[in-house]
Structure formats: structure tokens, C-alpha cells
């Protein structure tokens, strides 16, 4: 396939209009990728950031979210966030906010088939998540000393991300007009999420890890590239996560 057809020609259409409100902490997190979406097919949403306040003696302390949380406001995603607020009816969990984000905003293909396509790259790459998170060396992980979060953390990106890597890289070849045509798919920004989002030094183990993957990094090159996410990504708040 010509790398032109992964170049980003054309804006979203913009998606039937909707009374949206994401729900989520100031922060990039679980919000990020369903924000993105909004920005990517042009959808106008309120975007209602929890504050998270650092604490004395460290720590953190989300005053709002707690109250939310109290009144009942977040029962609907068992007292968690993000939640999603859409033309009155509320409801949470971030991967179903992410598809039907998607769904209104012409990102899952234009056939039932692709869609499945779409889902099932998406789906590989929250293996990927799932995986990392079970390594157990996130700063939040509290089941390993420093020194054996240092030791997963390094078989993680020299071992296990690159062969997972290789295994998506190989699942994608061949679906690629349909994961990133002239406008990129919702599983095109979750391939850009896993490569690009992160800290710096995050984002430098990862490219490593992906050095030989042409076609994610294609993907991923792909969204940051396109109008509306460049516009998201120059404008969106500065956050500790």
C-alpha cells in the first residue's frame, strides 16, 4: 500500500450534533483517547477536568470527584471516572466511550466487517495495556521493591513490548487502509496512543522498542500528523499525568 494513502487528507466529518460532557481528572489517563476522538471527527464537548490538588507531606487529594462520588453522581460507573454525558443519559467505562465516540464520529469503518477490524486492532492493543500493567512496575504499583520494578521495567521495553510489537505489526500489514485511510480510525489513535503518549523518556523506550514496525509507526506518525489532532495536542492542558 502507498504511504500516501496513511497521509492525513481530510478532516473527520463532524458527527450529528450532541450535548456531550467528559468527566474526567485533570489529566491525560483513561480520557485522553476518547479526546482525542472528539477532536479527531470535530465534535464540540465540554471537557469537565476533576482537580487534583497536591496535598502536604505529598499526596494528592480530588475534592470535586470525591463529592461527586458521595452524591451518587458517578454511581452509573461504580463511583468511577471517566463518564461520559450524552444528550442526557449518562454512563462510564472509558473502552465504551471510546467506541461509541468513535461510532457517532465516523471512525469504525464504513461496513459492519470493518468495524470488527477496527475493534479487533483496538483490542490488541489494549493486550498490550494489560500486559504492562501486569509487569507491576508503574510508580502506583506497590507489589515490588524499586530495585524489582527496575528489573520488570527493563525485560518490559528490551524483551516483552518489541515481540508484542512485532505480533501487532504483523496483524495490521494487512488491514491497513481500513486501520488508517485519509482519516484515521479509532484504532489508529489507540496504536498512537501506545506509541507516542507518555513521558519523554517513555516515549524514547517505546519508539526503541518499535523501531523495526513500519506500519504502526506509519499509523501513529499518521495521527499526530492530521489537522485536528495537531490542534488538540498544541492546545490541551498541561498536566502532571
Not at 518489541?162 to 488508517?180: F, G, H, N, R, T
Request: glycine residues 6%; aromatic residues 8%; negative net charge.
Amino acid at each position: 500500500m502507498k504511504l500516501s494513502l496513511l497521509l492525513p487528507l481530510a478532516l473527520a466529518l463532524p458527527c450529528d450534533a450532541l450535548s456531550l460532557t467528559l468527566r474526567y481528572f485533570d489529566a491525560r489517563g483513561a480520557a485522553e483517547i476518547s479526546r482525542v476522538l472528539l477532536a479527531l471527527s470535530g465534535t464540540e464537548f465540554a471537557d469537565h477536568r476533576y482537580p487534583i490538588v497536591p496535598k502536604e507531606g505529598g499526596g494528592f487529594s480530588t475534592p470535586e470527584f470525591t463529592s461527586d462520588k458521595e452524591s451518587g453522581a458517578l454511581a452509573v460507573n461504580l463511583n468511577r471516572a471517566p463518564v461520559l454525558e450524552a444528550d442526557g443519559t449518562t454512563f462510564g467505562q472509558s473502552r465504551a466511550i471510546e467506541r461509541y465516540l468513535a461510532a457517532q464520529g465516523g471512525l469504525m469503518g464504513s461496513t459492519p466487517l470493518e468495524g470488527a477490524v477496527i475493534d479487533s486492532v483496538a483490542e490488541h492493543v489494549r493486550d498490550v495495556k494489560d500486559a504492562q500493567r501486569s509487569k507491576g512496575f508503574s510508580a502506583f504499583s506497590r507489589d515490588k521493591s524499586a530495585e524489582e520494578k527496575e528489573q520488570a521495567k527493563e525485560e518490559w521495553y528490551a524483551t516483552d513490548l518489541p515481540a508484542w510489537l512485532e505480533k501487532i505489526e504483523k496483524a495490521v500489514e494487512p488491514v491497513m487502509s481500513i486501520v488508517c485511510g485519509d482519516t484515521p480510525s479509532y484504532a489508529a489513535v489507540c496504536i498512537w496512543a501506545l506509541l507516542r503518549e507518555g513521558s519523554d523518556e517513555e516515549v524514547a523506550l517505546v519508539t526503541k522498542a518499535a523501531a523495526g514496525c513500519t506500519s504502526l509507526n506509519a499509523v501513529a506518525d499518521a495521527v499526530a500528523a492530521h489537522p485536528a489532532v495537531a490542534e488538540w495536542l498544541e492546545k490541551r492542558p498541561v498536566t502532571m499525568f
